[in-house]
């Protein structure tokens, strides 16, 4: 079946740790993004790339990288410096160019131990 | 700053009832807008996206835009209890290349 996976489901970072979320995607869409949603607030958009080698950052971007360096996979890595990680980690992907809706993983749930 | 404004609700209807989710949006330039559900510890389901002013039906769910007074709105007809969660309104954010903002989201809860 296509779909996006995410993993793993739940993590925990301890402090001064890097930790890398899997995003994966057998749909064979170009564009994918990064988004982090806290409790009662909308989604907020770390990173996007539309092709492969290619990626850019979004409204909140400090404290975590990114590679796309196949089409079917965008990790995400939280670094040390991002202070206050804990947060639901979700990655989306759409086909063609803009104006597609976008679909969603099933999440990383990301907390600090 | 761009933004998309929900009110959080919880919205309350009763079994059967339509439920009228409402959204509006600051960037005059969107020109693509989506509604997700979303139900706890989940992640977002697209449910409808809609291009051009007017309506757009798909079976219960029905979405309205009216670009000029930049507002988007969402009726689920004959609301069942399944319906209850978070309603996510999402628009493109103009020359962004498909980069969306989101809305907080409106609770829904659909009572027996």
């Known amino acids: 079946d296509g779909g996006i996976t995410q993993s793993p489901k739940y993590l925990f970072r301890k402090e001064g740790q890097n930790v890398t979320l899997s995003c994966e995607q057998n749909?064979?869409?170009?564009?994918m993004y990064w988004y982090r949603q806290d409790p009662g607030q909308g989604l907020r958009l770390i990173y996007y790339?539309?092709?492969?080698?290619?990626?850019q950052k979004g409204d909140i971007a400090e404290g975590y990288s990114v590679s796309r360096e196949k089409k079917e996979s965008f990790p995400l890595t939280v670094t040390s410096a991002q202070k206050n990680p804990t947060a639901f980690y979700l990655c989306?992907?759409?086909?063609?160019?803009?104006?597609?809706?976008?679909?969603f993983g099933d999440g990383t749930r990301l907390s600090i131990l | 700053q761009k933004e998309v404004e929900q009110n959080s609700g919880p919205l309350s209807v009763p079994e059967g009832a339509i439920a009228s989710l409402n959204c509006t949006y600051s960037d005059r330039g969107s020109q693509s807008f989506f509604w997700y559900r979303q139900y706890s510890g989940k992640s977002p389901e697209l449910i409808m996206f809609?291009?051009?002013?007017g309506d757009k039906e798909d079976g219960r769910f029905t979405a309205q835009l009216n670009k000029a007074s930049q507002y988007v709105s969402l009726l689920i007809r004959d609301s069942q209890p399944s319906d209850s969660a978070t309603y996510l309104c999402a628009a493109s954010i103009s020359g962004g290349y498909n980069k969306l903002i989101f809305g907080a989201g409106t609770r829904l809860a659909v009572h027996p």
């Open positions: 790339s539309q092709i492969v080698n290619d990626f």
């Open positions: 809609i291009y051009s002013n």
């Open positions: 989306a992907s759409h086909r063609g160019t803009g104006g597609q809706p976008q679909h």
């Open positions: 749909l064979n869409h170009d564009a």
